[in-house]
């Protein structure tokens, strides 16, 4: 198999993507290149989590002896591949598998285990099922194992279908699944709709939950910051945990935890990726940590299904790239397999054995994975390098940046009216709002009215949504919250006035984007030149055009210890921001121990591979370690996806 | 003259031990200690009480319980009346119910009294009232004729003998599981014994009809003979089995008893006792471990304890007595006294023994001579020490003070041991500390006021939980909670759960007042630490005191658990907002799902419209389960808006034309009512779009209905219906960009350039001219692309020639507008071999434009 060798010159417009040849000389110089930062902290080894999660499971399985049939949740199936393969299922008298389908099953088993998300739809069909047996004379053994933990809800329906007493139900406490060295995800995509959109806090606690379980693992924290309402309420859930718990001194394996909320910072996951890892999500969809690239990339008639994590050696240099400097890179590592596949030559036979015993294997594995990388980046570069991508990354990045607003709308306007991309003009529109603070009524409606057009009237239920969540607002005609607050301050003193503005500012629910950009400097002066083979800052992950708000208050918090010269900030942000010092007494000794410099951040409600990018390049500048827990992987599509309600 | 004090005087006559016994006051008694000749052991038989009650008749004619493990006795004559077992009244009630055949002791201390008609009746030591269960109809038909009450792992037990001579049994009365035991072939009448096993993990009844024995467990009824029965019996008169199930004693009519094991496999011993009549009572009287069985049999005033050997002790006894078995003895209580009755231990054996030369009792002695000052102290150690007993001795001491009742033989024993002690090193102090603490606790249980008579061994395998459980159930709270501090036992099995009885106790106080007792119970609680809150207000509800009840819970710090109690006392308004505080989905789903059952809808709702928490959890139910009270909810709010979004989405789901036609002008209505105009007006449209399509779908046979109105055009278009598309563009008022664009693309998919280039010079295009350019190329059509070059504005000029890939005519356009990046953009795409000139010329042009 010949590796593609290409070469390839990009043309960009400036302060999109910049312009690079890919020279040798280039790719020598790429900051992922560099050693890591000599005294990056060790990781804690996560592995013992999927061990913990194995046992359980195991131990679940046995409580029902015997040959049984397994029905799983479709969404399940994935993380429990990563957990308990298929071997060790049969192991454990699993006799057939299926996926919940919510129709009439085909199972001959006398003993049918399900395992199941606590989803009020499953355990209907599941009672549909009891009953129809009991219709048929028909007599099974049934067992619900609910993960992560049951929900009273469920019993409840269990209870009005009149089963309760036929099926045993159970809980596996699969809270965590660790996706790499630095992911830990509940996958629980469902938690942003549940919890933002729908007000159902029911995950709160099995997020409480997830945080005890590390902290029973891997011993406490010393610090924990957070912002928005579900974090403080996941931390509450958590706290409580903690106090009917037996206390344990141990030396904690982390130092901080960061807990925040996905709507504090709406506008990073609307952005388009261009870090590679973000990018292949985006385009192929990492699903569980792992992608299945399709005949485009293979460059043959069949998908190949690989694992994307630190373990992948090609992939885990370029991951956290800007997707304009992975090309080059990669062909030169091309180049390097190359020669070093060509020291065969010349090679006796004594040589010859050691080359294929010691290197060659490793070679070949390399070289598979390079040439799926290449492949997939070239997938990309045909993709993203077209006109209609640039137009589409300049429109955002002047929303961000609030530049040229009319040329935008016309912009999205076009985009919809040519019916691009249902999502893609969602998004933009939802970027729009909040980088505006709302359209105004006469933009609102007609942009809307087209998008009904071209989507169907349905979207109408997916405007409410966003409105409901704030992603998609129309400016309020008439008095607005400034007149107010000027007409109310005649009236009562000054002091006063702050807090009637908080309270009007938090019904108000406003993104106060332009403010906060303002504010934090998130989005660096234009004109100035951005190296993206080395960058500065964390604006690289978008191409140098914007710093992601969730990352640069995390940088914030750590750097100030605390929210103290952040009240604008956290005002601005509908506030609900806290600081606690954790059970554990942290000495000035123990700042100096590894532990001290690992920060475990929570995103509640998903988190993007830019985002984790943005926290590695962050790490690696401040010498700490991040980890990142969050409720499930999430991008642009699937939040905008989660909003959707043209189904069930 | 209570705890009565008393020594051992060891008189040696042949073959007799003799111990005296002094009491406290002048008067003295002998009681005599026997020792079988060729076995080593002898019984003791030691006063306990004399009994502070005062009882007319003695215990003639009278039902008697008393509860093993030193617990109370009751008797129930007209009156009801529990006693401590010191006699000292606890209780009293005329007894009202119906007729009593059986009383007995739970392993909890509660009093069950059983009646003629098989129900059982619950009553806690202090004589309250707790419940009543029944033993099931056929034992209520038929009638009890006999009962036994048991023990076992599993609880306390009933068994019964009904009229129609069968067996019911509940093996635990927490959880009544009736089990009716299988028919005794032959049986006529009531068998002239029975008693309950426990063999296997299962309750059995041995019965003896006869000569014959049967074993009744749940399935079958198996003969038994107990090997070695003697041969002259001709009925099973009385039958005992021991405190451990382990072994039985059999007594047949000819005076025979015999001793094996329970489950008839070895025999013991069999002894005469040369008495044909019928005895009153028979109990194994044997401790742990012990080689040597022995039981004890009761006629009127005679008790006899029968061994291995063929002799046998008798006592006389003056009164009518009546006999507990212990595990590791039997006590008699009799009208004036109460006495223990038990095997010597063998320490105490080793050391009192007359002459003896263990090592204990030569540790005794010269602990004896060193308080007198006397150098024979040094002799008796140097002889223990040369033997190098001395740690056996300490050892012996130690557990000899242990199975000694009387404060100052316990203190003799122990200060000869720690004397013993001074001369060893490295003996551990565990024992000797711990048999300190334990004694303390015992003497204070023991204590005549108390009336717990625990033998140190009783204690060990009833545990200090179980005794803190026996004290609280008398409520002797200060005592229980000394112990607890004074044996560190952890403050939540300890002191807080004694502090929780009191407080469960103290808010059943009638005659205080609610404040009164709260601040009181928050007072005394304050510091404990794993108080339930909740619980003791639950007990404030269950006395009638819901105000009490509210006040106590707000002491509880976990909202999680005050919601229960909350819904029980019917206080849901509070039991929501305490749920929704708890920030516990599941638990505010309980209270949702509790009041929906429980308040009618109007309330429900209204109760939910101040909790949008709950509301949403409560949406999110109905969403799945019941869309229309989704419906209700919206409409109770006149949330109209919600109610258009519900009927939309409905629309979705409707296969049927007309029907969706109908809930989209439901929708309207709602959207109407809203005064969102917007929606109102989409809807109308997308009705009005329906329609349209169902009429093309009919006449032109093409697949519309359901499409947005982009697609509907497209469609339209891409099969020619141009006049159709035109209709629909008119009637929704479709912008003019889109139609350009939507036609633009369907002409150039069907490559028609001709009508392309008619509809591009039609009018001025709103969407410009450089997607004319960008669509023929993308259909590889270079010419017709070039045709719209011209036309397109200057801002776009460049990127037109780019498309066409007229490289001239871009570089052209880009320097004529002197546009750096438009430029740049340019030079990039140009190749170094072929447009070297080119790029010359706009190399120069940038840097101009850059200096500009």
């Keep these: ?648 | 003259m209570h705890a009565g004090k008393w020594r051992f005087c060891v008189a040696n006559h042949l073959l007799q031990y003799v111990i005296y016994l002094c009491c406290k006051e002048e008067k003295s008694q002998t009681r005599t200690y026997y020792l079988f000749a060729n076995a080593a052991w002898f019984d003791i038989k030691i006063e306990l009480y004399e009994m502070g009650w005062n009882l007319k008749d003695g215990l003639r004619e009278c039902l008697v319980a008393a509860a093993p493990y030193g617990g109370p006795i009751c008797d129930a004559r007209p009156q009801l009346e529990i006693y401590s077992s010191s006699g000292l009244p606890l209780a009293s009630f005329p007894w009202k119910s119906g007729v009593v055949k059986q009383l007995g002791w739970t392993v909890s201390d509660d009093l069950l009294c059983v009646q003629e008609d098989g129900t059982v009746l619950v009553y806690d030591l202090l004589g309250g009232f707790k419940r009543h269960f029944s033993m099931g109809n056929e034992v209520s038909q038929s009638q009890v004729l006999e009962t036994k009450i048991f023990h076992s792992p599993y609880g306390t037990g009933v068994a019964i003998l009904t009229g129609a001579l069968r067996f019911t049994l509940a093996t635990n009365i927490d959880d009544i599981k009736l089990r009716r035991l299988p028919e005794v072939p032959g049986l006529q009448g009531a068998p002239s014994c029975w008693a309950v096993l426990t063999q296997d993990r299962q309750s059995k009844v041995l019965v003896a009809n006869g000569s014959h024995l049967f074993i009744l467990d749940n399935t079958a009824c198996t003969p038994v003979t107990p090997p070695g029965l003697s041969p002259q019996a001709s009925s099973i008169v009385h039958m005992c089995v021991s405190f451990s199930y382990k072994y039985l004693a059999l007594l047949t009519d000819s005076g025979h008893v015999w001793m094996g094991t329970s489950n008839l496999k070895e025999k013991l011993s069999e002894v005469d006792t040369k008495i044909k009549t019928p005895p009153k009572q028979m109990a194994w009287c044997r401790r742990p471990k012990s080689q040597q069985p022995s039981a004890v049999v009761m006629w009127d005033g005679l008790l006899i304890v029968v061994g291995e050997c063929k002799e046998t002790i008798q006592y006389h006894l003056d009164d009518d007595s009546i006999l507990v078995p212990e595990l590791d003895g039997v006590r008699i209580i009799s009208g004036t006294h109460h006495e223990l009755l038990q095997e010597v231990p063998g320490a105490c054996e080793e050391i009192f023994k007359i002459a003896s030369m263990a090592p204990g009792a030569l540790l005794l002695e010269a602990h004896k001579e060193y308080e007198k000052e006397s150098q024979k102290a040094d002799e008796y150690l140097r002889e223990i020490k040369e033997q190098s007993l001395l740690s056996e001795a300490v050892r012996q001491c130690v557990e000899a003070a242990g199975h000694e009742h009387e404060p100052e033989t316990q203190k003799t024993l122990l200060r000869a041991a720690s004397f013993g002690k001074c001369f060893l090193s490295n003996f551990p102090p565990e024992q000797f500390v711990s048999m300190c603490r334990d004694l303390r606790v015992l003497n204070a249980v023991r204590d005549y006021t108390v009336g717990i008579p625990l033998t140190h061994t009783q204690f060990k395998q009833m545990t200090v939980q179980v005794l803190i459980d026996r004290l609280v159930y008398r409520k002797l709270y200060p005592l229980a909670i000394e112990i607890c501090r004074y044996l560190k036992t952890p403050e939540y099995q300890g002191v807080s759960r004694v502090l929780k009885h009191w407080a469960c106790y103290k808010v059943q106080q009638k005659e205080e007042s609610d404040e009164v007792i709260a601040k009181a119970v928050s007072v005394k609680l304050a510091d404990a630490a794993g108080i339930f809150y909740s619980e003791i207000a639950t007990k404030a509800y269950e006395s009638g005191r819901t105000e009490l009840a509210i006040k106590l819970l707000e002491f509880e710090p976990r909202s999680g658990e005050q919601v229960p109690l909350l819904l029980k006392m019917k206080k849901s308004p509070l039991a929501l907002s305490k749920a929704i505080e708890s920030g516990d989905t599941d638990l505010v789903y309980t209270v949702v799902m509790y009041l929906k059952n429980e308040l009618n809808r109007g309330d429900f709702f209204m109760m939910l419209r101040n909790q949008p928490v709950a509301l949403s959890l409560y949406k999110q139910f109905c969403k799945h389960q019941e869309q229309d009270t989704l419906k209700d909810l919206f409409n109770q709010d006149d949330d109209h808006e919600e109610l258009g979004n519900l009927y939309v989405k409905a629309s979705y789901k409707e296969q049927r034309l007309e029907a969706r036609i109908a809930l989209l002008q439901s929708a309207v209505d709602e959207y109407y009512k809203a005064k969102n105009e917007f929606s109102a007006k989409t809807t109308e449209d997308e009705m009005r779009l329906l329609r349209f399509q169902r009429k093309l779908e009919e006449e032109k046979g093409e697949l519309l209905v359901g499409f947005s109105l982009h697609d509907t055009m497209t469609t339209l278009l891409s099969v020619g219906l141009h006049k159709h598309a035109e209709q629909l563009y008119k009637d929704f008022r479709v912008p003019d960009k889109r139609f350009w664009w939507l036609k633009l693309k369907s002409l150039a998919e069907k490559e028609d350039w001709e009508e392309l280039e008619k509809f591009g010079k039609s009018k001025k295009s709103p969407i410009g001219y450089l997607p004319f350019v960008e669509v023929c190329i993308k259909h590889h059509n270079k010419y017709e692309a070039k045709k719209y070059v011209s036309k397109v504005t200057p801002e776009q000029k460049v990127k037109a020639h780019l498309a066409v890939g007229d490289m001239e005519g871009a570089a052209e356009a880009a320097i004529e507008r002197r546009n750096e990046s438009e430029i740049s953009t340019v030079l990039s795409r140009c190749s170094a071999t072929t447009d070297h000139l080119l790029m010359e010329r706009l190399n120069r042009a940038k840097a101009t434009a850059v200096k500009k």
């Excluded at chain 1, 040959?67 to 393969?85: E, G, H, Q, V």
Aim: net charge negative; glycine share 6%.
């Design chain 1, 1 to 648: 198999m010949q590796l593609p060798l290409v070469g390839v010159t990009v043309m960009l417009e400036r302060n999109v993507l910049q312009v690079y040849p890919a020279a040798e000389s280039v790719v020598g110089s790429l900051h992922m290149a560099h050693t890591e930062w000599r005294d990056a902290p060790e990781l804690p080894d996560f592995s013992l989590l999927k061990r913990l999660a194995r046992d359980q499971l195991i131990f679940l399985l046995e409580q029902l002896p015997g040959k049984k049939d397994l029905f799983i949740d479709a969404d399940l199936m994935s993380p429990l591949d990563r957990i308990a393969n298929v071997t060790i299922l049969k192991q454990h008298e699993v006799d057939k598998l299926y996926k919940v389908e919510l129709k009439p099953i085909v199972s001959s088993s006398d003993q049918l285990c399900f395992l199941i998300r606590p989803r009020i739809q499953t355990v209907k069909w599941i009672s549909d099922l009891v009953n129809a047996d009991k219709v048929a004379g028909r007599f099974r053994r049934y067992k619900i194992i609910f993960t992560p933990q049951k929900f009273y809800a469920c019993e409840t329906v269990l209870e009005e279908q009149g089963v309760y007493g036929d099926v045993t139900t159970d809980e596996w406490n699969f809270y965590i699944l660790p996706l790499d060295d630095d992911i830990l995800s509940l996958e629980l995509p469902e938690f942003f709709r549940d919890n933002f959109l729908e007000g159902d806090q029911r995950w709160v606690t099995t997020a409480g939950s997830a945080l005890h379980l590390l902290q029973s693992v891997y011993g406490s924290f010393s610090k924990v910051y957070g912002i928005g309402r579900c974090a403080k309420m996941v931390y509450e859930s958590w706290r409580e945990l903690m106090e009917e718990g037996e206390q344990r001194t141990r030396q904690p394996e982390f130092a901080k935890v960061f807990l925040v909320d996905r709507d504090v910072d709406f506008v990073t996951p609307l952005c388009s990726q261009v870090v590679y890892e973000g990018l292949v999500d985006d385009l192929f969809r990492i699903k569980c940590g792992s992608v299945e690239f399709g005949p485009d990339v293979t460059s043959s008639d069949k998908s190949i299904k690989v694992m994307l994590n630190s373990q992948d050696k090609v992939f885990s240099e370029i991951r956290n790239e800007h997707f304009s400097n992975v090309f080059g890179f990669l062909s030169q590592k091309a180049k390097n397999l190359q020669t070093a596949y060509d020291k065969r030559r010349g090679m006796d036979i004594q040589q010859m054995k050691a080359f294929v015993s010691d290197e060659l294997k490793g070679l070949k594995q390399e070289h598979r994975l390079l040439s799926l990388h290449i492949g997939a980046s070239e997938s990309m570069m045909k993709k993203k390098t077209k006109q209609d991508f640039q137009e589409l990354l300049k429109t955002e990045h002047s929303l961000l940046e609030g530049f040229e607003i009319r040329e935008c709308i016309t912009y999205i306007e076009e985009h919809i009216n040519r019916q691009v991309s249902m999502i893609d003009s969602l998004r933009l529109l939802c970027l729009l709002s909040i980088t505006e603070n709302g359209l105004l009524s006469k933009d609102y409606r007609s942009l809307k009215a087209q998008y009904l057009q071209s989507y169907g009237i349905k979207h109408l239920l997916t405007f409410a949504n966003l409105r409901q969540l704030g992603l998609l607002e129309e400016q309020q005609a008439g008095e607005t919250l400034t007149v107010m607050e000027s007409k109310v301050g005649k009236l009562v003193n000054d002091k006063t006035v702050g807090k009637l503005t908080d309270a009007f500012s938090s019904l108000a629910k406003k993104s106060n984007f332009r403010a906060l950009s303002k504010r934090l400097a998130l989005v660096p002066k234009s004109g100035e030149e951005y190296d993206l083979r080395v960058p500065r800052d964390m604006a690289y992950v978008f191409s140098g055009a914007y710093i992601p708000l969730s990352c640069k208050l995390i940088e914030q918090v750590l750097e100030r210890d605390g929210w103290t010269g952040l009240e604008e900030v956290t005002r601005m942000l509908n506030g609900q921001e806290f600081a606690v010092t954790g059970g554990s007494s942290s000495s000035e000794a123990r700042n100096k121990t590894d532990a001290q410099r690992i920060v475990l951040v929570m995103f509640l409600g998903g988190c993007t591979f830019s985002e984790i990018s943005a926290l590695r390049f962050l790490g690696k500048e401040r010498g700490c370690r991040f980890i990142v827990v969050t409720t499930a992987i999430t991008n642009s599509a699937r939040l905008l996806e989660a909003l959707l309600d043209n189904h069930a």
